[in-house]
């Protein structure tokens, strides 16, 4: 099992949100820890101003939905190594989408900006639980049976 700090931001008054600081390509980012999403989701945009060339992303022509549109376009990603703190994923594969509309929401209430979203992808397959009070988040290092 592994321990992994959360992060609980305000809302300003509309909720909270969960973050965990992540590692991808060797970078560090923060995302928001989502049990309402079934997919793993990272930002197009951030990415590429990461410095990840767009020729890595895999067009799916699918067109997914969530976010307030069901006409966004879809692509996926391998990520050699996937970090959550101490846990880790080797060769993960995660949708990329246009998440702008939740950066902007962000930078309107003066918080950093987040790459993604965790998603039911890894939460249940890693059997999470949310401490809220301590602000932690447990994954199983195994994969649920």
């Keep these: ?24 390509f060797d970078q560090r980012f923060k995302m928001v820890l989502d049990t309402g999403a079934s997919k793993t989701v990272l ?6 101003h990461s410095g990840i060339p767009e020729e890595r992303f895999q067009n799916t022509d699918i067109l997914s939905t969530g976010l307030g549109t069901n006409s966004m376009e879809s692509f ?13 994923h080797k060769h993960f594969l995660t949708a990329v989408l246009d998440l702008s509309s939740i950066n902007y929401a962000y930078e309107q209430m003066n918080l950093e900006p987040v790459i993604g979203v965790i998603g039911g992808d890894i939460l249940r397959p890693y ?19």
């Design 1 to 24: 099992m592994q321990k992994i700090p959360l992060t609980i931001i305000d809302l300003h008054g509309d909720g909270y949100h969960l973050l965990v600081d992540v590692e991808l």
């Design 43 to 48: 930002d197009k945009t951030t990415l590429l």
């Design 76 to 88: 996926t990603l391998e990520i050699p190594l996937f970090k959550i703190h101490n846990w880790q």
């Design 127 to 145: 059997g999470a639980k949310i401490d809220y009070f301590k602000q932690m988040l447990t994954l199983r290092t195994r994969k649920l049976k």
